[in-house]
């Protein structure tokens, strides 16, 4: 039995573009799963994760590894604000080695950060979000970290597609 995808929420949700509150438990747990494994590929104790809101016109972070378990905040910059912003505006993977000399980055908070590293998240040619580490020394990542984060960050895609169709298909069982 098939069900019609009937709402513009329904086919924004399907093409990747809904984080906000109501994101579902699986969903959220999946991100935090995947930040946690990004922190330890690269072995650092901050890393967050921020998807594309309904309007395409803005990041929310919606899960982060922090040290000392400080809770994340649910930033949202607007596309090209911010490290992240820059890297949705452009598609591009990013390494700031020293964040002080570059002026896309913006401080959110007391923890010192020396040098960040940032890849877009792209599903089928569309963007979804970003994820992002950073770290308190300068030239703190490597090419080869880039690389390395890339390649995860494929499979973070994967993840998350599947977590929102999950809970698509849930939602459709629930209204049957």
């Not at 960050?153 to 809970?167: D, F, G, M, P, S």
Request: aromatic residues 6%; charged residues 15%.
């Amino acid at each position: 039995m098939t069900a019609n995808i009937s709402s513009l929420y329904d086919r924004q949700f399907v093409h990747g573009l809904y984080p906000n509150k109501n994101e579902s438990q699986e969903l959220v747990g999946t991100l935090q799963k995947i930040v946690q494994s990004a922190g330890a590929l690269l072995e650092v104790n901050s890393c967050s994760i921020a998807l594309s809101d309904t309007a395409g016109t803005a990041l929310v972070t919606l899960a982060a590894l922090q040290r000392n378990g400080h809770k994340p905040r649910q930033t949202r910059f607007k596309l090209n604000e911010g490290v992240a912003g820059w890297v949705a505006e452009n598609r591009e993977p990013l390494i700031i080695n020293d964040v002080s000399l570059d002026p896309r980055f913006k401080r959110l908070g007391r923890t010192p950060i020396g040098s960040m590293i940032c890849v877009p998240l792209i599903d089928n040619g569309t963007f979804i979000g970003t994820l992002t580490a950073s770290n308190s020394t300068t030239n703190a990542f490597s090419t080869r970290q880039l690389q390395m984060l890339t390649i995860f960050a494929e499979q973070a895609v994967l993840a998350i597609t599947n977590a929102r169709h999950a809970e698509l298909a849930q939602r459709q069982a629930t209204q049957l």
